[in-house]
């Protein structure tokens, strides 16, 4: 099985089924493109229909876009909690997570992930003070509702956190002042080895994308 994504620094998308691949040990290769050089839409495209990573190829199986690519491996490995085994926990995963692949705009635009870069706070603007909102509300449902057995969303990492780690390097790399219960979600987070793997693998990539930088 290949994962095929963009640079770690940047590639937001490619770092959600990347996070759960490796969190529960599955093997996979990598094939990484870099973002925003003359040959990089070609090199995509010669494996990704869409024209975009990430993109997971499994013998003659390619499957494009972040949630079809997670639910594809968690199809394939049953035997492990990819989503949450209860089905209330299961359906608000996937609920915050198909959230996640369709909004949150604001945030996304205002503070792109950058894993090179840290940035004293400042305000955001209202869109991104206003999705940020939803995001801790949503959090503290999960947490409340579903996460006694451990530090993350449902307890167990799950998809639903991969799905929200980009959010999770955005809020630290842009200081952004957090209550204290949303403050331990994060830095659990921040310390879950797969994480701290791909921003290792990040800090490694002398190349920058200037669409994807933003002014201090
Ligand atoms: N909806 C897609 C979004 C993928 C996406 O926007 N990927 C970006 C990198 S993070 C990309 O491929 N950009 C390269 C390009 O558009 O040329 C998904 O969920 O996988």
């Known amino acids: ?30 094939q990484l493109i870099r973002l925003d050089e003359p040959e990089t839409k070609a090199e995509i495209l010669a494996v990704s229909p869409s024209g975009r990573v990430p993109c997971l190829i499994d013998g003659g199986i390619s499957v494009w876009e972040t949630l079809a690519i997670i639910e594809y491996v968690a199809e394939i490995h049953p035997q492990l909690a990819i989503w949450p085994r209860d089905r209330a926990a299961r359906a608000t995963a996937r609920a915050i997570s198909n959230e996640m692949h369709a909004g949150f705009m604001g945030l996304r635009s205002a503070c792109p992930m950058n894993l090179r870069r840290r940035f004293a706070w400042r305000e955001r603007g209202e869109a991104a003070a206003k999705d940020v909102a939803r995001i801790v509300e949503l959090w503290r449902d999960a947490r409340s509702r579903f996460g006694e057995d451990g530090p993350f969303l449902f307890g167990a990492f799950s998809a639903a956190d991969a799905m929200y780690a980009p959010v999770v390097y955005r809020l630290d790399g842009y200081s952004w002042p957090l209550p204290p219960d949303i403050a331990a979600y994060v830095e659990a987070m921040l310390e879950e080895p797969a994480m701290r793997a791909w921003r290792a693998g990040a800090e490694t990539e002398p190349w920058i994308v200037p669409s994807d930088e933003v002014p201090e």
Not at 1 to 29: C, Q
Request: hydrophobic share 45%.
């Open 1 to 30: 099985m290949k994962l095929v994504i963009g640079n770690k620094r940047y590639s937001s998308w490619s770092l959600r089924p990347w996070l759960v691949l490796t969190h529960f040990g599955i093997e996979f290769d990598e």
